[in-house]
């Protein structure tokens, strides 16, 4: 498939608006594709580059972007950014942009959308010195060799963000469609291998071996989610459940197989090298190849301390011994994925529970199993007492669903209204803090699109503002007056007293008193909360009011 | 595929630094008479050719092959050993790697595979008109002058200014601008005919500083066509072609 291929391709799926119509579109593209593109395609047109249990990066920002664009058509990187803003979307600006081409180059390239790929994953592989200069020459082959609506997707692609609509769900459902298989066979597989690219590519080639496909030591798969719930329904749906603290620490995920391991976070990042003493504690309590999911808490004299002290270790790259024993981590084990080259995750909860208990002789996190509320209850008062953020039910009887934010695990915890929501702008501060950012613009997500709700001005100390500017200095994507567009990187939870409608900001909302609680840097821009979210609020809220005013 | 040659420290790494100016990788040939390359920049826009003569190694045994290195890599090991150090290159075919021994030190280099390396190009068969041959130092202080005011370059020669043939660099910026001229007595005119093109600094730094160290650098140019450097080092043992694509700028 020519690149080109692949952006008109795109460039239908982008106007269309139907979920239907979109599953055909891409059920028609999928018949046309070689085996070996199949992986490629899906994972690009739905803007990512490599599976999503691969630790690769492409690491390509706006500005490098920008700056690659700038050298290709022999502008100032202002002028780039200049017509961004006023086109508000990186890949139109671009794909008007690059018809001004202003450097030539010594072959005229008609690019494939494995050579594109490819091209990718070698820059993926450059690090250190020297890794900036080539992603900026491959930025410049690209939209060198690019025609505008070729620049339009490749912009987008390089940013991971291709914004035509196209999730998982369709995906998948285009994949069923073409291939004649059941969603749920699909559904397993992805979340096993955590690479629907490969499940596409094995419902190619050999669809029944989707039924046995296995977790891979050292692929990571998605963590098990919880939602909001209370004490009283679990039990009333479930009878007997488990109850156990939720902690406010850092997810991990832990895999060994003989003598090495590797430690990966909620964002399945591998964390490592950043948590030496947590690997040698898990290496010791079992020889066995294994996967463990659990959280690492900070404790100081036998109480846990909060998440941000974690969070100190956990995204820590250097100077890791320094900081080690100022910061005691422990990790508290609650699930097991995987034993000796057996998946346990179609197990029920009871089931793997059990196994673990058996298998991991040391940091497993304590429960109790119960059907009467008023024991829960306890339990659930005696976690706060603690230090703990509430509990988590867990149904007996459920399987692991990885990445599912199903109804088996439910997370209790007192009320609290905080939205984690995205910075994609700021202002700089007047007075004292005339140097750092004094505000921020936040959004939140529709879909692929960020929807602006608010802007936080308070709940930070001076410390915390240097601190934010000192990271977010580095992602300026432009400066207009005494506000900066940023990459929409960092992820703030934001607490609140109620949500308004407001005509200011385009979603129709916005939030009243907000108030900055920490920075979630354990959370992506795929984790914020979502438009819909801040509707079900809104209902809630008013119906509350009107509830209460009765 | 075999290997077995000894050769100054200072020759390879000059070779190897030309060759990194440009490309991170390449793919090397081997040959009974020396080693060769050709490779394109990552963007398609400058390409190198090297040719390191058997003449060039205190001795040199080889079988013809072709062999994936990654330069960049090679450059930072040849960072180490003096002028007069002795390198010594062997090829471990077996375990697929480049062995470099020098002051007591033997590094094994892992080989790349060459499917993983862009193809190599064809060399362009362009038709450049103007041929001058310019002191290296003096091109590459040009182009160093120049980098203040702009980040693209206009090259050329003009015939029709008395006192002439003229080479001529100009560099426009935003508010400033630079020329720079060298007349008869400072360069030697083989074919001065008509011509300008315009060039991104950006590459044109990176080759400055490998050929200003080149008694005499041979220019080819055009209108609004590549340029060729032609420059030997190494007491002509060493020789290279650089060439790079210009920028045609929208009226």
């Known amino acids: ?550 | 595929m075999m290997l077995k040659a000894i050769i100054d420290a200072d020759i390879l790494r000059e070779t190897i630094e030309a060759i990194a100016a440009l490309v991170s990788e390449c793919r090397l040939h081997i040959e009974n008479d020396g080693f060769s390359m050709l490779a394109v920049d990552t963007a398609n826009v400058a390409m190198v050719k090297a040719v390191l003569q058997k003449t060039a190694f205190q001795s040199y045994e080889a079988e013809s092959c072709e062999i994936g290195v990654d330069i960049t890599k090679l450059r930072n090991i040849l960072g180490t050993p003096g002028k007069t150090d002795q390198v010594k290159i062997e090829l471990d075919e077996t375990r697929h790697k480049l062995e470099l021994s020098f002051m007591g030190y033997k590094y094994s280099v892992a080989l790349l595979d060459t499917n993983t390396i862009r193809k190599e190009p064809n060399e362009p068969n362009i038709e450049l008109p103007a041929k001058i041959i310019v002191p290296g130092m003096e091109l590459n202080n040009a182009i160093k002058a120049s980098m203040l005011i702009s980040d693209k370059i206009a090259l050329g020669v003009d015939t029709q200014e008395k006192n002439g043939p003229f080479f001529f660099m100009h560099a426009d910026g935003d508010t400033d601008q630079i020329n720079k001229t060298f007349g008869p007595t400072e360069v030697q005119f083989v074919n001065p005919v008509d011509s300008r093109s315009l060039f991104s600094i950006d590459y044109l730094k990176d080759m400055g500083k490998i050929f200003g160290k080149s008694a005499s650098v041979e220019v080819h140019l055009g209108t609004d066509h590549p340029v060729k450097f032609i420059f030997d080092m190494s007491n002509g043992n060493a020789h290279f072609i650089y060439l790079l694509a210009p920028r045609i700028e929208a009226d």
């Open chain 1, 1 to 550: 498939m020519y690149f080109i291929e692949f952006a008109e391709c795109c460039k239908r799926l982008e106007k269309i608006r139907s979920r239907l119509a979109m599953v055909e579109v891409l059920a028609e593209t999928l018949l046309t594709l070689q085996e070996i593109e199949l992986p490629v395609f899906i994972r690009f047109i739905m803007g990512r580059i490599f599976p999503d249990w691969s630790p690769k990066k492409i690491g390509i920002g706006p500005n490098l972007l920008f700056e690659g664009l700038a050298y290709v058509i022999g502008k100032q990187k202002e002028t780039v950014i200049e017509a961004l803003n006023s086109k508000g979307d990186i890949g139109t600006a671009v794909e008007e942009l690059v018809s001004m081409k202003e450097q030539t180059s010594f072959f005229s390239e008609q690019l494939t959308l494995l050579e594109v790929y490819a091209a990718m994953e070698k820059i993926a592989s450059i690090d250190g010195k020297g890794s900036q200069r080539e992603k900026n020459l491959l930025i410049r082959r690209f939209f060198g060799a690019s025609s505008p609506l070729e620049a339009r997707y490749l912009a987008r692609l390089l940013l991971e963000d291709l914004r035509i609509g196209v999730g998982e769900g369709t995906i998948r459902d285009a994949i069923a469609k073409v291939f004649d298989l059941p969603v749920s066979v699909l559904d397993h597989a992805i979340q096993v291998t955590n690479d629907i690219g490969e499940v596409a590519f094995l419902a190619l080639k050999d669809p029944n071996s989707l039924n046995s496909v296995k977790i891979t030591l050292f692929h990571p798969v998605r963590m098990m989610l919880a939602q909001a719930g209370d004490i009283a329904t679990g039990i009333h749906d479930h009878g007997k459940i488990s109850a156990e603290y939720k902690y406010d620490g850092s997810r991990f995920q832990f895999h060994r197989k003989g003598k090495s391991c590797r430690v990966y976070s909620r964002k399945l990042e591998d964390i490592t090298s950043s948590v030496p003493d947590v690997t040698e504690m898990l290496m010791s309590v079992t020889s066995r190849d294994i996967i463990l999911d659990g959280e690492v808490i900070a404790v100081k004299d036998g109480r846990p301390l909060p998440f941000q002290t974690v969070l100190r270790r956990v995204r820590r790259k250097n100077e890791v011994e320094a900081i080690k024993d100022s910061i005691e981590l422990t990790p508290l084990v609650f699930d097991i994925l995987y034993l000796e080259g057996n998946d346990l995750i179609s197990l029920t909860y009871g089931e793997r529970r059990e196994i673990l208990l058996k298998e991991v002789k040391k940091y497993v996190a304590p429960n109790i199993i119960s059907d009467d509320p008023a024991e829960i209850e306890r339990y659930y008062m005696n976690g706060l007492d603690q230090g703990h953020e509430g509990i988590m039910l867990k149904v007996l009887s459920s399987q692991y669903t990885p990445g599912v934010r199903g109804k088996s695990w439910l997370k209790i915890k007192p009320h609290v209204d905080t939205l984690d929501l995205v910075v994609t702008g700021a202002d700089w501060g007047e007075g004292k803090r005339a140097h750092v950012f004094g505000s921020f613009h936040l959004a939140c997500r529709d879909n692929d699109y960020l929807i602006p709700i608010s802007k936080v001005a308070t709940g930070f100390s001076d410390e915390e503002l240097a601190l934010l500017y000192d990271v977010l200095k580095d992602i300026v994507v432009s400066t207009k007056g005494k506000s900066v567009i940023l990459e929409p990187n960092l992820v703030f939870e934001i607490g609140y007293s109620e949500i308004q409608k407001s005509p200011n900001y385009s979603g129709g909302y916005a939030l009243r008193f907000p108030r900055f609680i920490s920075v979630r840097p354990d959370k992506s821009i795929d984790d914020i909360d979502t438009i819909e979210t801040i509707l079900d609020r809104y209902d809630f809220q008013e119906q509350h009011r009107t509830g209460s005013n009765q």
